[in-house]
């Protein structure tokens, strides 16, 4: 029997990995998903589903709905991805992460299955998270898809309700270069007859997202044309307070939000636009659930790097957005924030489209380019060459303990620093001062 590091050794560094390899870890297709469903006897069927896709944003709307269900006294699972610091953060029964001897023994009994045809790394971690969902006789689970929608492992499932949270350029090379392209993929999560929320309206998505549903005979409703959550206030007790209006009128006023990110209005717009259609279905969801699994997020789900503020004089914040559309509103609350000089650690992946991004960002801002401990990682000196052709100025450092030092060196009490542009990277900074 292997020991629960062996066992991870097998599972990330043996098996291909997306997160670490990138594209040459993507299936194309739906071959091993099949295999893994008839082979584990379909265990997703055992319990009811919800499914969210999206671009940005379907971490924390599937950490809300999870919160929400939560509070509502159900047992409820969680899959997501990628991970921070654990590998069993992906996968969560009321919060709780997956136990280490439910994974040793989950691959020890089936490793020789696996060996007959070489799943990927994601394709085993959904039939472990659904096993382990079967095991807990979960009432719901929510599962969020990990790249695209239609090729997707997670694409199995035959949810309650589909969820896409937006489109935005991203992952060009796999799901296509055009946003009704990426639409197309996104939208493969759409089932027969199953009610769809789309987080928000675009003229190049809404006519794809149209077509399919309609195709499928699958209702569906565009929550940025129904719930408007225009502005947000800190509270005394460290929450973000949302007047949430439905059309037009404030049906959730003084909504407190316990992720802090101004990103988050239009996440959990979307949230309450699925409790209405969940509604409709037949799910009882009180208002005061709505209010305690909204507020209480994190501490049921343990939602991690999200605008998560690490400490103050100086503040210091870090964000896992990491394409155009999150960067792009991760920045304009950077410029809502007070603050004397802005710090910011930045690393990306090695196949990550640096030019819209960096050409953006905050010039007089002082930069401290890092890479990533992951393969995929984008050399620190190259991104320090793109940044500064972009007229983006500051040295280059291989570690982010280096690049982190060099930040608090320089940073004055009313500064305001930021470490993003990756998952990767700030979940090196979180096991840094986790250290």
């Known amino acids: 029997m292997m020991t629960y590091r062996e066992t991870l050794t097998y599972l990330i560094d043996q098996l291909p990995m997306y997160q670490r390899i990138g594209q040459m870890a993507y299936r194309t297709g739906l071959e091993n998903t099949l295999k893994l469903d008839s082979y584990f006897k379909m265990p997703h069927r055992n319990f009811t589903t919800i499914h969210v ?106 949810p309650v309700l589909s969820v896409i949270t937006n489109i935005g350029m991203d992952h060009t090379d796999i799901l296509g270069n055009t946003i009704a392209k990426i639409a197309a993929e996104k939208a493969g999560i759409i089932k027969s007859r199953v009610p769809v929320v789309v987080g928000e309206s675009h003229p190049e998505t809404l006519p794809v997202f149209k077509r399919i549903a309609g195709e499928l005979n699958a209702p569906m409703t565009i929550a940025d044309n129904l719930c408007h959550i225009d502005t947000s206030s800190g509270t005394a007790d460290g929450f973000q307070l949302f007047h949430a209006k439905i059309n037009g009128k404030v049906r959730y006023p003084n909504l407190k939000c316990a992720l802090l990110g101004h990103y988050q209005r239009k996440n959990t717009a979307t949230l309450l636009i699925a409790v209405d259609q969940l509604r409709r279905s037949g799910f009882t969801l009180e208002d005061s659930v709505v209010y305690a699994g909204i507020r209480n997020v994190i501490k049921n789900t343990g939602l991690a790097g999200r605008w998560q503020v690490i400490c103050h004089s100086p503040t210091i914040i870090c964000d896992t957005a990491h394409n155009y559309d999150g960067l792009k509103q991760v920045f304009q609350q950077v410029a809502e924030t007070p603050h004397e000089r802005l710090h910011i650690i930045l690393g990306f992946v090695s196949d990550k489209d640096t030019g819209s991004i960096l050409g953006f960002l905050p010039a007089d801002a002082s930069y401290y380019f890092t ?45 305001l620093g930021l470490v993003t542009g990756s998952t990767f990277l700030v979940a090196d900074f979180l096991r840094l001062l986790k250290k």
Not at 78 to 93: A, G, M
Not at 390 to 406: K, Y
């Open 371 to 415: 890479r990533l401990s992951v393969p995929r990682t984008m050399d620190e000196k190259e991104l320090a060459s793109r940044a500064h052709d972009n007229g983006l100025m500051g040295p280059s450092f291989p570690r982010i303990a280096e690049a982190f030092a060099a930040m608090k060196k320089n940073a004055g009490p009313n500064d």
């Open 53 to 158: 896709a999206g671009t940005n944003g379907k971490g924390s709307v599937s950490h809300m709905l999870a919160s929400l269900f939560q509070e509502a006294g159900h047992t409820v699972g969680l899959y997501t991805s990628p991970h921070l610091l654990d590998f069993r953060e992906r996968i969560r029964v009321n919060g709780k992460m997956i136990s280490r001897s439910f994974i040793i023994d989950f691959v020890h009994d089936n490793k020789p299955f696996f060996s007959t045809f070489s799943p990927s790394f994601f394709e085993i971690s959904v039939y472990l998270a659904f096993c382990y969902f079967f095991h807990c006789r979960v009432d719901i689970a929510v599962i969020e898809v990990g790249l695209g929608g239609r090729l997707d492992a997670t694409n199995i499932i035959n």
